[in-house]
């Protein structure tokens, strides 16, 4: 093998085996046993094969295998929207829809929030959302996003959520709505609700 | 040495022996571990936030059989007389060096703080959030604590990113400089010279660190220090 800096250095990126056997000027065996070899040594991550061309992710660093954050939780569950995360978050130990609603919160991100009203079809420990949110300190937003979901979305399971007595908070700080379709949701939770009915383009029923 | 796999299990092991969530940066081999630079590292650099945090860390380290150990083969001389100097903790496979609010001269700053490469949660009861800073700031980090292999490791991070982003890492070592850490400027003048000789660095970044030497730090107090 030449020098594998060097190679990764020209290969960084996305290929297929006729670019990556261009770029190196390789017959096509040789480039395939080489990119095996960088594949065994985490530079190289493939995607696709059968009917779909085979794409081969190359990089100068190592990739490491992964365990999933709010991020992947979020893009599996939200069929319509899809986050690019803009820093890398893995849990390692147990992770869920509940844990991930909860840290879609505290970003305070407008695109993640939103993105995150999915998550309540996913819900199964409602007991476990409470508690959580309560650490947290943050059950209101939680009990007014579950509303605005109801209000947006179908097939979200039917739940009888309380307030807590608490001053009104921002669901984004100083970031309200002057939407009247969401002001009862607002009153109800006393959470400054940040969308608009233009957020929901993708989802609204009613 | 520590691995990939020893140090993701002695972190969840850490974890499941904690009594409070803790919240720490990794920067230095650990930091470059997770980004995938190198495979093995002689410690684990952790930043705290509160000398409750660490305390606890270092509880944990105790009950799993680490013993406090002297910094002084592994800091020059000058390092050490600092007051935030590391706590080092060593058994027979791995070091910590623990750091709280500073690393010597240099604060935890806002863009440090916030502008992180990865967070990783070791989950158990207790939670060990690990925030891997950005590969700049190891690189500010690595000139300033100027151990062995340091700037070996710094050389790796630069040679392997061809997006490394020098302006970020002068304007980061400029706030720190206007803060009080007049170490940082002179530690980061003097790796970008070293540098030079295998990488190439425009002029204009290492321009903009020499032109603010000739200046006073505005927030240069006692109390910074």
């Known amino acids: 093998m030449r020098n594998k800096d060097e190679i990764l250095w020209k290969l960084e990126g996305l290929h297929t085996i006729e670019t990556a056997m261009k770029t190196l000027s390789m017959k096509r065996q040789s480039t395939l046993n080489l990119l095996s070899k960088l594949k065994k040594e985490q530079y190289v991550t493939t995607s696709g094969g059968g009917k779909r061309k085979r794409l081969y992710k190359i990089t100068m660093r190592k990739q490491r295998p992964r365990d999933p954050g709010m991020f992947d939780i979020i893009n599996k569950y939200s069929p319509h929207m899809k986050l690019a995360e803009w820093y890398d978050h893995q849990v390692h130990g147990v992770y869920g829809p509940e844990e991930a609603l909860i840290d879609a919160i505290e970003t305070q991100s407008f695109r993640v929030i939103l993105a995150s009203l999915h998550l309540f079809r996913h819900i199964k420990d409602w007991k476990k959302l409470y508690k959580l949110a309560n650490e947290r300190d943050c059950w209101n937003k939680v009990g007014a996003l579950y509303d605005v979901a109801r209000l947006v979305l179908d097939k979200i399971q039917q739940k009888v959520l309380r307030p807590i007595k608490a001053g009104k908070v921002y669901l984004i700080k100083n970031y309200p709505t002057k939407e009247d379709f969401i002001r009862p949701i607002e009153r109800k939770w006393n959470v400054a609700i940040s969308f608009r009915r233009g957020d929901f383009d993708w989802g609204i029923h009613s | ?225």
């Open chain 2, 1 to 225: 040495m520590i691995t990939y796999n020893d140090q993701q299990n002695l972190f969840h092991i850490i974890s499941t022996n904690l009594k409070k969530n803790i919240r720490c940066f990794a920067f230095g081999g650990t930091a470059m571990i997770f980004y995938g630079y190198k495979d093995e590292t002689k410690d684990v650099d952790f930043l705290f936030e509160h000398e409750e945090e660490r305390a606890e860390f270092t509880r944990v380290l105790e009950k799993l059989g680490f013993r406090e150990s002297s910094p002084f083969k592994v800091y020059i001389p000058e390092k050490l007389r600092d007051p935030h100097r590391p706590k080092m903790y060593s058994s027979e496979t791995a070091r910590f060096d623990l750091f709280v609010k500073k690393i010597f001269h240099t604060l935890l700053s806002p863009r440090m703080s916030e502008d992180v490469y990865a967070i990783h949660e070791f989950k158990d009861v207790h939670t060990l959030k690990v925030h891997v800073l950005r590969k700049e700031h190891l690189v500010i980090l690595k000139s300033v604590t100027e151990r062995e292999r340091d700037f070996e490791d710094i050389r790796t991070i630069v040679e392997k990113e061809k997006n490394f982003d020098w302006q970020y890492l002068v304007d980061e070592v400029l706030w720190q400089y206007q803060n009080g850490d007049t170490w940082v400027l002179l530690d980061t003048i003097k790796m970008l010279h070293e540098l030079r000789k295998y990488v190439f660095v425009e002029q204009k970044y290492l321009k903009q660190l020499t032109d603010k030497l000739s200046t006073k730090p505005k927030a240069a107090t006692r109390k910074n220090r």
